[in-house]
């Protein structure tokens, strides 16, 4: 019954969230091509470089929807951590992501802000 009306309503703050800033995830995670391996492979390089700047981002795109979700910014940094755990490849000096990024995104963000 609940499961009904939450999708009548449009589904969960979560999913909302991930479509709303997928984009932005997107450009950032971009941005990783740019960056040695071991610094993607450093969690607090990688924070202050790429997770720091998209969390800004994502706050002010998404107008006050971060609220909705408990302790976001902890979540979004852990969340993006996974994405990179999961969408990134490195290979020797070579970094990379994975070729059917567009489709796995979505996935992968949601799937990682519900576990965080």
């Given at each position: 019954m609940f499961g009904k009306l939450k999708s009548a309503v449009g589904g969960s703050p979560s999913q909302k969230i991930v479509d709303k800033i997928s984009p932005l995830v997107n450009q950032h995670l971009e941005k990783?091509?740019?960056?040695?391996?071991?610094?993607?492979?450093?969690?607090?390089?990688?924070?202050?470089?790429?997770?720091?700047?998209?969390?800004?981002?994502?706050?002010?795109?998404a107008g006050g929807m971060?609220?909705?979700?408990?302790?976001?910014?902890?979540?979004?940094?852990?969340?993006?951590?996974?994405?990179r755990d999961k969408l990134v490849v490195i290979d020797g000096d070579t970094v990379s992501?994975?070729?059917d990024l567009p489709d796995k995104l979505k996935e992968t963000l949601l799937e990682s802000l519900n576990k965080a």
């Open positions: 990783v091509l740019e960056l040695a391996p071991g610094i993607v492979n450093d969690d607090e390089q990688f924070t202050k470089i790429i997770i720091d700047p998209a969390y800004l981002a994502v706050a002010v795109s971060t609220k909705l979700i408990p302790k976001f910014e902890a979540r979004f940094t852990m969340a993006f951590l996974h994405v992501l994975v070729n």
